[in-house]
């Protein structure tokens, strides 16, 4: 099937959801996507040149081996379906196809999460597979393999197998010190695993046979019964984790995590936390803070922006993720060199749709009569209209974490970028009592977790009653990187122009409080041409300072009198004059005493 439409036909009458992907791997999208679109032309797929499978539409898990090392034991999983490529002159299967009736979630076994590129092997559900051209080939052309829940479940059990056993292997000894590896491997097997001896003892052969290791078979795999005796006189004399750690001169937690994949709810339990020594710390290669919006906004932060109802949040919010889809400076912060635009989801819990399209369509015709290019594609809106039942599931609930999640790696694996995720606003997403910390625990900790696998969260509440600060429990401002309060600007602090304005406030920055970065501004747009500035706030004038600025300073009085009290345009308060008059003479002493000095 050299003809790229016969492999579409061919995909066709397998079951599958084919569509057309560019050589870069990216499908090609038809109105800013390219998933649930209905028909697809040969045009199409004729331009693109490749062909790309739809796991959901086709209804399919994709098991995706990214370490060409898991391949060889690749025939542990039920046979299936495969497609692959050929690697140094060999066709190598890298992709199996099962069918599936339900909606799972993504999965990746990491060989170190410290280190770029270690994915061994994923298990794709939602997103797409390159099929046909690109140097793409079918390995096995049999019937797409089709299995129940509990069958998905042992195959999630097969691939944390090999994923273990490539990382043996990666360790496994060139020549000398064999016999002793085995044993530790071995001890591993018996702590905190529920596997019969049998299990082990099949497991440990194919480590054995993949790495060439079967002359002294035999006494290979008494390692296993062997541990299993010791265990039962002294589990403390078993070699665990530490002491396979110790053997391969690798972290305790990094191994512990790989015997994760295959161990029990108590192992995983039992498994301490991730702690290496300063000296390890401070030579980690971490990778450094990537800015978009200098300094405003850096990938892998959590931001809050708040106000009180009608100030301008979402208004604020919507032209930050343009910028931020688009590369383009927002008010004071330029956008950072080298930095390319980022995708944006942007769910709305709150406004309608047809409201939101209104100031979407203001954002857009504002780049038309600037002649600029809008990038439709990298801005992503949820809203409530467009979803199942006209409602989201609460994010302080587990689905709706999760269909939250399977968004942002939908859009990652599209655009090969983490997108920017912003949450407005948490009142309406959220089925929470604000006040009670507990309620924002696990909300905040998604945040957290999100943050940590490399995506930037902007979400949006209400003020208080009083507007002095956020709604709710402070327990979510300790997790947060900035806290941005938009306010309404006050008499004398607005600006004589027909413009939306807001003073905008940074309540917390954690890298930038306290300098000019984080020192408080008034920004406007105007409504007619959709365009932001930025302005000074000019200090606000103290009344009772000004008239004692007056009775004092200008005019030289050292006394109060009654009039004072009453005057029609500096009038001040005895206690209020004389509290002043002691602060500029201490002022006044302490400027004539270094004077002197000098």
Not at 1 to 10: K, R
Not at 180 to 208: H, I, M, P, Q
Not at 366 to 383: P, S, V
């Amino acid at each position: 099937m050299n003809n790229i439409l016969e492999q579409v036909n061919y995909f066709r009458e397998l079951g599958l959801f084919p569509i057309p992907v560019k050589e870069d791997k990216r499908p090609l999208t038809k109105d800013g996507t390219w998933k649930n679109v209905d028909h697809w032309e040969d045009d199409d797929f004729l331009t693109a040149g490749g062909i790309g499978i739809e796991h959901e539409r086709s209804r399919i898990i994709d098991i995706d081996f990214d370490n060409y090392e898991a391949i060889k034991f690749q025939h542990l999983l039920p046979p299936t379906f495969s497609l692959g490529k050929t690697i140094n002159g060999v066709p190598r299967p890298t992709h199996m196809f099962y069918h599936v009736d339900m909606t799972p979630r993504k999965i990746s076994f990491l060989a170190d999460r410290y280190k770029k590129d270690s994915v061994i092997v994923e298990v794709l559900t939602n997103t797409q597979t390159v099929a046909g051209g690109h140097g793409r080939i079918i390995i096995d052309d049999r019937e797409i393999r089709k299995v129940s829940s509990q069958e998905y479940q042992e195959i999630l059990k097969i691939v944390g197998k090999i994923s273990l056993l490539t990382m043996l292997s990666k360790y496994y000894p060139k020549q000398g010190g064999r016999d002793e590896y085995v044993l530790r491997v071995a001890g591993c097997l018996t702590k905190g695993n529920d596997w019969s001896t049998t299990e082990k003892e099949d497991f440990l052969l194919e480590l054995l046979k993949a790495n060439d290791d079967t002359a002294d078979l035999k006494n290979r795999l008494s390692k296993i019964q062997y541990q299993e005796d010791q265990s039962k006189l002294d589990p403390k004399k078993v070699a665990g984790i530490p002491s396979f750690a110790d053997c391969i001169k690798t972290d305790v937690p990094v191994c512990g995590e790989w015997w994760n994949w295959i161990g029990s709810e108590t192992r995983k339990v039992a498994t301490p936390i991730t702690a290496i020594s300063i000296r390890d710390f401070i030579q980690r290669q971490y990778p450094p803070t990537e800015y978009l919006l200098y300094p405003l906004v850096s990938k892998q932060t959590i931001t809050q922006i708040w106000a009180s109802p009608g100030v301008g949040k979402t208004l604020f919010s919507m032209q930050l993720a343009t910028a931020i889809s688009n590369g383009e400076n927002f008010l004071k912060y330029n956008w950072a060199e080298n930095a390319k635009p980022v995708p944006v989801l942007y769910v709305e819990g709150e406004m309608s749709s047809r409201n939101l399209q209104d100031r979407i369509c203001n954002i857009t015709s504002r780049f038309q009569d600037e002649n600029k290019e809008f990038n439709f594609e990298y801005f992503r809106i949820a809203t409530c209209e467009e979803q199942e039942n006209s409602t989201f599931f609460p994010l302080n609930e587990e689905n709706g974490r999760k269909k939250v999640e399977l968004q942002l790696e939908q859009m990652k694996d599209t655009f090969h970028e983490c997108p920017v995720l912003f949450l407005d606003n948490i009142s309406c997403l959220c089925d929470i009592q604000e006040k009670d910390g507990k309620d924002w625990n696990e909300f905040m900790n998604w945040l957290i977790r999100l943050r940590t696998i490399g995506y930037t969260v902007i979400f949006l509440h209400h003020a208080t009653k009083e507007g002095s600060s956020s709604s709710g429990s402070n327990t979510k401002e300790r997790a947060i990187d900035i806290e941005i309060k938009l306010s309404v600007p006050d008499k004398d602090q607005r600006l004589d122009i027909d413009e939306t304005q807001m003073i905008v406030e940074f309540k917390k920055w954690r890298e930038h409080n306290f300098t000019k970065h984080s020192k408080s501004f008034l920004a406007s747009v105007s409504r007619q041409s959709n365009k932001w500035s930025w302005h000074e706030v000019e200090k606000k004038k103290n009344p009772k300072e000004e008239s004692f600025n007056y009775w004092y300073v200008k005019e030289g009085i050292r006394k109060w009198s009654e009039e004072m009290q009453d005057h029609e345009t500096y009038p001040i308060s005895k206690g209020y004059f004389y509290k002043l008059k002691t602060r500029r003479d201490a002022e006044t002493l302490e400027q004539l005493t270094n004077k002197e000095i000098i």
